[in-house]
């Protein structure tokens, strides 16, 4: 993202064309971290104000100005229609960030043939907290520099990930993108076998989200595997040991998972195909 002069993190202008869960909690984010809201405009056909004094507007009425980042932050579905709509205000050579879920850089750029810079990123709901994962895939016009500056104002909503082959996007979403939801999953359960052998439903929720944020935490701090640190903590004959050999019988929990994203990969790839109609 190009920047002003003695700017090191946000760009000239940001036009979010859309700006639905995803969108909001981005741009909810950056303004958290300092972004100025006089230079963001969301596009709603609903009008829907986003607060937070960034104006909001139903469509487009001018030409953006240069050096403004647009973000597409709409249904894919919506594609070939909100590019007609917006692409005569677009200005010559925009640059483009789209977090459309399953729209390849290929099908962007036939849409936004005009396009100096297209990028796509996938970001989880984490990000709100500065506690996400962002993938990215370089399309035209993404250089090495253009790269490291994006990186730099994504690192504020968490890790930042750039792939080589946009042939893995589906399965990188799979595992950050769904990821959040089947770790819900993980502690939910946690939090129902813990009432299961007799403790209070709430204590148990509070404890198992605890225990859950705790260790991820520990994970990422330790230069341990997650595997070395679950064998670490678990003494012959002891109770974790007891219950890890439950979980680690026959492989299944690993089965278990590796089932789940390639669901969720596969019906990326279905998604993507409905996208191009």
Known sequence: MERP????????????????????????????????????????PSGKPFGRDVEVVTHLEATVTAGTWIVLG???????????EIGPFLGH?????SILAGVPVAQLEQCFPDAAAIVRCMP????????????FYPGRGIGVALQESISITFRLLGLVEWLDDEALFDAATALSGCGPAFVYRFIDALAKA??????????????????VAGASISAVQSDASPDAMADAVASK???TRQGLDVLDEDAAL????????????????????????
Request: proline content about 7%.
């Open 124 to 135: 989880n709901l984490p990000v709100r907290t500065g506690q996400g994962v962002s993938l």
């Open 93 to 97: 050579h925009p640059r483009l960030l």
């Open 237 to 239: 004959g002891g109770m």
């Open 194 to 211: 813990g009432a299961a052998l007799g403790l209070d439903p709430a204590m148990a929720a509070r404890m198992a989200q605890a225990t």
């Open 254 to 277: 690993n089965a278990l998972i590796e089932r789940t994203l390639r669901a969720a990969r596969d019906r990326g790839a279905e998604l993507a195909r409905l996208a191009k109609g």
């Open 74 to 84: 709409f249904k894919p579905q919506q594609l070939s229609q909100v590019a007609a």
């Open 5 to 44: 002069e003695g700017d090191p993190l946000w760009p000239e202008r940001l036009l979010f064309v859309g700006c639905g869960n995803m969108a909001g909690a981005i741009l909810s984010r950056w303004l958290d971290c300092g972004l100025p809201p006089y230079r963001v405009q969301v596009v709603r």
